[in-house]
T-cell receptor, first 113, second 117 residues
Framework: KAGVTQTPRYLIKTRGQQVTLSCSPISGHRSVSWYQQTPGQGLQFLFEYFSETQRNKGNFPGRFSGRQFSNSRSEMNVSTLELGDSALYLC????????????FGPGTRLTVL | AQKVTQAQTEISVVEKEDVTLDCVYETRDTTYYLFWYKQPPSGELVFLIRRNSFDEQNEISGRYSWNFQKSTSSFNFTITASQVVDSAVYFCALSEARETSGSRLTFGEGTQLTVNP
């Protein structure tokens, strides 16, 4: 089975712009979670989607949003980018039960200038 | 609230040495799940093991072994006869799997392991 894929792998944006990141889960997986990784804050949970509905949300401002499509693919959007949004954004998928193991993609490295 | 602490920020060993990575967790729940992930320089988090709170059996997989002790809220990871390819950042994570928390993983700070030839 193919693993979790994320596009693009690298992205450079300027402050004030917006960005959309994409994640395709492992085939058959219905839950997609997003995490932000920075040197200062470590790995932090952004949100989780299951069956096109947001199931849980982390403590991030409203500039961070996401959605999930009927094929379980997910996108996350960050509007009005700030320098502090520079990070590795990791997507993880799981079968769907809250207790299932999450499998991660390679991440999207976002740099905000 | 849940918390995971990995007190060792960096560990450096010589190849073939054994090394133990420490993980201490905090949770008020009686049912929870613990994980270890490996992050090589490429960035992807690679799943290594999962353990639920009801299963305190230690596990061994090749050169890897895990020691789960509820009494001390610890879930330590040992690599026997380390190899250069083991060099990576290792993360311990906790999931409470409540309805209100979904599948959210709470990660420790990570331990950078460097294995020198």
């Amino acid at each position: 089975k193919a693993g979790v894929t994320q596009t693009p792998r690298y992205l450079i944006k300027t402050r004030g712009q917006q960005v959309t990141l994409s994640c395709s889960p492992i085939s058959g997986h219905r839950s997609v979670s997003w995490y932000q990784q920075t040197p200062g804050q470590g790995l932090q949970f952004l949100f989780e989607y299951f069956s096109e509905t947001q199931r849980n949300k982390g403590n991030f401002p409203g500039r961070f949003s996401g959605r999930q499509f009927s094929n379980s693919r997910s996108e996350m959007n960050v509007s009005t980018l700030e320098l502090g949004d520079s990070a590795l954004y990791l997507c993880a998928s799981s079968l769907g039960q809250r207790t299932d193991t999450q499998y991660f993609g390679p991440g999207t490295r976002l740099t905000v200038l | 609230a849940q918390k995971v602490t990995q007190a060792q920020t960096e560990i450096s060993v010589v190849e073939k040495e054994d090394v133990t990575l420490d993980c201490v967790y905090e949770t008020r729940d009686t049912t929870y799940y613990l994980f270890w992930y490996k992050q090589p320089p490429s960035g992807e988090l690679v799943f290594l093991i999962r353990r639920n709170s009801f299963d305190e059996q230690n596990e061994i997989s090749g050169r890897y072994s895990w020691n789960f002790q509820k009494s001390t809220s610890s879930f330590n990871f040992t690599i026997t006869a380390s190899q250069v390819v083991d060099s990576a950042v290792y993360f311990c994570a906790l999931s409470e799997a409540r309805e209100t928390s979904g599948s959210r993983l709470t990660f420790g700070e990570g331990t950078q392991l460097t294995v020198n030839p």
